[in-house]
């Protein structure tokens, strides 16, 4: 073991050992190396002579660039678009979107927990979380109503073992008491668990009430309280998209320094809350259970995530860290982004309104959903991939089939207008394969 890496466990060891036991065998070995980055950022602060450092060109006292693309980026500064970005994220984007969060998430407040770090979008925030938590043999306990990608992440990857367990309750809600028996199981038989937890939900389109939430945390705590170290991540991809009664904060702020075996973990980016989805700009930040400071721990963690993103992507883009830093310091940014947000929830109350219809009740029923981009039909009558299939071929409309029973919606692009007829399509080509 590398050194560093040992000098990063021995302080989890002494400060917050149960963190320590739930890195996987990848993540105890991570550490940022001491090398190229670490002298570069030396000399930056004190080489006022030459810097003869780190790979890039540079010319009249800045970055070398071509004109030719510059000129379609001229209102930035070329400092800020054509060097590398620091490993961890540019600082002002990192404090920005602390803030942020802070302001967004009312339980946030007083907490102690990382600086986010930057991360390629979430999904990327995804695999460092499997790289740093998930070995082989480990179990992620997810809804059956889960984003198909957790499989290729945490199982094909990272050789972790999905559980699933029963998304609603019969009567519409969150079936919280599924999620506390799969929980259980696993800490029965592993004596740790990684927990994802994705609101508003893809693909269902559901974010839990304000009880069901506390219930959910308090599912975690109790397990934690027997003896089992959680690593409870929320996967905020859709966050501040919440149309009807549900909680409207992440449940990081609940489970942050909430117990010393709970370590949370935060996901979120600005690819959907900022509708700028090919910025593939994200973030990840922790938070351990201690109510204490325990500042070396925290840094301990950042320092292992800028270990992996060292080791397989060195750093992440620096024009769209820059485009994002500037959309959230621009006072027209909150307005803008609520009207899109009504915009949305319009086609979320349209499709609800279209469904409820009556007109529909042969073919299918619909999964609850109050938020985010999805809804989920549950076909009555044929297969949800031979609908997929004849919904493109006859009639040129695409859906996506999750099982034999559930077809997703992605109301997040249909126009108010179209939705009626979206679903009169539906529901011919359903008749026609019945």
């Avoid at 400060?15 to 996987?24: G, K, N, T």
């Avoid at 219930?215 to 919440?242: K, R």
């Amino acid at each position: 073991m590398n050194p560093l890496a040992k000098e990063l466990n021995d302080l989890l060891a002494q400060q917050s050992p149960h963190v320590l036991e739930m890195l996987s065998d990848l993540g105890k070995n991570l550490f940022f190396p001491k090398g190229i980055l670490t002298q570069s950022a030396e000399a930056k602060d004190k080489a006022h002579k030459f810097n003869a450092t780190i790979g890039i060109a540079t010319e009249n006292g800045g970055p070398m660039y071509l004109q030719c693309i510059q000129d379609k980026l001229s209102a930035f500064d070329p400092k800020d678009i054509f060097p590398y970005a620091p490993p961890a994220g540019r600082p002002e984007l990192r404090a920005l979107w602390r803030e942020k969060m802070l302001q967004e998430n009312p339980s946030m407040q007083g907490k102690k927990f990382s600086n986010p770090v930057v991360t390629n979008a979430l999904t990327h925030g995804l695999s460092i979380v499997g790289d740093l938590f998930v070995g082989v043999g480990d179990h992620v306990v997810l809804p059956e109503m889960l984003w198909g990608n957790y499989n290729l992440t945490f199982g094909t990857c990272n050789g972790g073992v999905i559980k699933k367990h029963n998304t609603f309750t019969a009567d519409g809600g969150y079936d919280v008491a599924a999620f506390k028996t799969a929980l259980k199981a696993t800490a029965a038989e592993k004596g740790k668990a990684v927990v994802l937890l994705n609101f508003p939900n893809n693909p269902s389109g559901y974010t839990p009430t304000v009880a069901e939430g506390e219930a959910l945390v308090a599912a975690i705590l109790e397990v934690a309280q027997a003896g089992c170290n959680i690593v409870a991540v929320t996967d905020d991809a859709y966050f501040g998209l919440f149309y009807e009664e549900s909680m409207t904060e992440s449940l990081f702020g609940k489970l942050a320094n909430l117990h010393p075996r709970i370590l949370a973990v935060k996901l979120d980016g600005a690819t959907k809350e900022e509708f700028v989805w090919g910025f593939r700009t994200g973030f990840i930040t922790f938070a351990d259970g201690h109510q204490e400071a325990k500042a070396d721990v925290l840094t301990a963690l950042e320092k292992k995530t800028m270990g992996i993103i060292r080791a397989k992507i060195s750093n992440c883009p620096h024009p769209s860290q820059t485009f994002v830093i500037d959309a959230l310091r621009n006072p027209a940014f909150p307005a803008q982004r609520a009207e899109k947000v009504q915009v949305m929830k319009g086609r979320a109350l349209k499709t609800k309104q279209v469904l409820d219809s009556g007109k529909y009740t042969e073919a299918w029923d619909y999964y609850p959903f109050n938020s985010g981009y999805f809804m989920c039909l549950k076909l009555k009558t044929v297969d949800a991939e031979k609908l997929r299939i004849h919904l493109l071929d006859k009639y040129g409309v695409g859906t996506i089939s999750i099982n034999k029973t559930d077809l997703r919606i992605a109301f997040s692009c249909l126009a108010e207008k179209d939705i009626q007829e979206l679903f009169d399509i539906i529901y011919q080509a359903v008749k026609d394969l019945a």
